[in-house]
C-alpha cells in the first residue's frame, strides 16, 4: 500500500508540499541525525529522535512560516513520514559536530608528544608508553590537555568519539605502573599518531608491562 492513501486531505496538502529531504549525518553514530525538510523554498531542521511524533515538526513549521501547518493527526503522522522518506537524500554533514572537532584538537596535541623510555616516566604523563603494538597515554595527561585548553568535553566523553574516528581502542585499559598500582592508558593505534606507523621518538628501550583488565 502507497502510505499517501493513508493520509487524509490536509495531511495529503501538507505532503504535497514537500520539496524534498535530505537527511543530514553526522561523521561518527553518536553525533546527531538531522532531517532537513524543504518547504516552499525554506527549510524545516528536525532531529532524527523526534521524528516519531509531529510536535517538533509542527514548533519548526510555526518558526519558520509564523503559522501552524496544516492539520494532521497523530494517526497520520507515521504515514507521512514514510511517504516524505521515499524520496529522501542521505548526506554527510559538511562540518563537525563539537565534540569531534574538540577530538581532532586533542589529537594534535596528543600528535606532539613522544615515547618515553620507561613506564614510570609514562605515568606522570610525560609521554606514550609504548606496549603490545599500541602508543598509551595515561588518562590524567588527557584530562590535563583538555584543561588546559579549556574544551567543553570530558575525557569520559572524548574517548568513544576518539575510538569512533578510529585513533584508538575502545575503552581504557589498565596498565599495572611502577608502584605496582593499576592506572587507565589510552591506547593508540601507532599510524593515528605518526605517519606509517614510525615511533615518534628516535631512541627506544623495550618497554615490560601488564595490561590487568579492559573496560
Not at 513520514?81 to 581532532?104: D, G, L, N
Not at 568535553?153 to 574516528?165: K, N, R
Given at each position: 500500500?502507497?502510505?499517501?492513501?493513508?493520509?487524509?486531505?490536509?495531511?495529503?496538502?501538507?505532503?504535497?508540499?514537500?520539496?524534498?529531504?535530505?537527511?543530514?549525518?553526522?561523521?561518527?553514530?553518536?553525533?546527531?541525525?538531522?532531517w532537513?525538510?524543504?518547504?516552499?523554498?525554506?527549510?524545516l531542521?528536525?532531529?532524527?529522535?523526534?521524528?516519531?511524533?509531529?510536535?517538533?515538526?509542527?514548533?519548526?513549521?510555526?518558526?519558520v512560516?509564523?503559522?501552524?501547518?496544516?492539520?494532521?493527526k497523530?494517526?497520520?503522522?507515521?504515514?507521512?513520514?514514510?511517504?516524505?522518506?521515499?524520496?529522501?537524500?542521505?548526506?554527510?554533514?559538511?562540518?563537525?559536530?563539537?565534540?569531534?572537532?574538540?577530538?581532532?584538537?586533542?589529537?594534535?596535541?596528543?600528535?606532539?608528544?613522544?615515547?618515553?623510555?620507561?613506564?614510570?616516566?609514562?605515568?606522570?604523563?610525560?609521554?606514550?608508553?609504548?606496549?603490545?603494538?599500541h602508543?598509551?597515554?595515561?588518562?590524567?595527561?588527557?584530562?590535563?590537555?583538555?584543561?588546559?585548553?579549556?574544551?567543553?568535553?570530558?575525557?569520559?566523553?572524548?574517548?568513544?568519539?576518539?575510538?569512533?574516528?578510529?585513533?584508538?581502542?575502545?575503552?581504557?585499559?589498565?596498565?599495572?605502573?611502577?608502584?605496582?598500582?593499576?592506572?587507565?592508558?589510552?591506547w593508540?593505534?601507532?599510524?593515528?599518531?605518526?605517519e606509517?606507523?614510525?615511533?615518534?621518538?628516535?631512541?627506544?628501550?623495550?618497554?615490560?608491562?601488564e595490561?590487568?583488565?579492559?573496560?
Amino acid at each position: 500500500m502507497n502510505p499517501t492513501d493513508e493520509l487524509s486531505g490536509p495531511a495529503l496538502r501538507l505532503f504535497e508540499s514537500v520539496e524534498s529531504v535530505t537527511i543530514v549525518r553526522g561523521h561518527i553514530p553518536s553525533d546527531p541525525v538531522m532531517w532537513h525538510i524543504k518547504i516552499a523554498g525554506k527549510t524545516l531542521e528536525i532531529n532524527s529522535d523526534k521524528m516519531d511524533t509531529s510536535t517538533a515538526f509542527k514548533k519548526q513549521y510555526l518558526k519558520v512560516f509564523y503559522r501552524p501547518p496544516p492539520a494532521i493527526k497523530s494517526s497520520e503522522w507515521l504515514s507521512f513520514v514514510e511517504a516524505i522518506s521515499e524520496f529522501q537524500e542521505v548526506v554527510t554533514a559538511k562540518e563537525e559536530s563539537e565534540h569531534v572537532y574538540i577530538a581532532h584538537q586533542l589529537m594534535e596535541k596528543v600528535r606532539e608528544l613522544t615515547v618515553v623510555p620507561d613506564i614510570e616516566d609514562a605515568e606522570h604523563g610525560m609521554g606514550f608508553y609504548e606496549f603490545k603494538g599500541h602508543y598509551c597515554l595515561i588518562s590524567k595527561k588527557i584530562d590535563d590537555i583538555i584543561e588546559a585548553h579549556n574544551w567543553k568535553a570530558s575525557s569520559q566523553i572524548l574517548s568513544p568519539v576518539v575510538a569512533a574516528l578510529g585513533f584508538k581502542t575502545e575503552g581504557n585499559q589498565r596498565i599495572t605502573c611502577s608502584d605496582g598500582k593499576q592506572r587507565r592508558f589510552w591506547w593508540f593505534y601507532p599510524e593515528a599518531i605518526t605517519e606509517a606507523g614510525e615511533s615518534p621518538t628516535s631512541s627506544q628501550k623495550e618497554i615490560k608491562g601488564e595490561v590487568i583488565e579492559c573496560q
